[in-house]
Nanobody, 125 residues
Framework: QLQLVESGGGLVQPGGSLRLSCAASGFTLDYYAIGWFRQAPGQEREFLATINWSGSYPFYADSVRGRFTISRDGAENTVSLQMNSLKPDDAAVYSC??????????????????WGPGTQVTVSS
């Protein structure tokens, strides 16, 4: 069974950092583009970052560019999202997704075949 699971969420103060991890079971992430999305209560799902299958082409939404970094760890079969300078507006459920059909990365949620359940990020003092 192909599954994705996120970890690393939690409570952080404004200006702080968190590192989210997306782990796969039942398949290797090597041939998939990976995307990170978030959804806050009452809001639509928002694209954050994507990375192509080789890890050479990360791409970010304007809202997180310069603060978030997406990276792959092939040995661990994970993709991470390093989040710095967090703001209260960053609070949401963060989800990772995998796409084999769009190996070069995608900003649209519909492009991804597999999704994790999400991890909660809360930014508050």
């Amino acid at each position: 069974q192909l599954q994705l699971v996120e970890s690393g969420g939690g409570l952080v103060q404004p200006g702080g950092s968190l590192r989210l991890s997306c782990a796969a079971s039942g398949f290797t992430l090597d041939y998939y583009a990976i995307g990170w999305f978030r959804q806050a209560p009452g809001q639509e799902r928002e694209f954050l970052a994507t990375i192509n299958w080789s890890g050479s082409y990360p791409f970010y939404a304007d809202s997180v560019r310069g603060r978030f970094t997406i990276s792959r760890d092939g040995a661990e079969n994970t993709v991470s999202l390093q989040m710095n300078s967090l703001k209260p507006d960053d609070a949401a459920v963060y989800s990772c997704a995998a796409s084999k059909s769009t190996r070069y990365g995608a900003t649209l949620a519909l492009s991804y075949e597999y999704w994790g359940p999400g991890t909660q990020v809360t930014v508050s003092s």
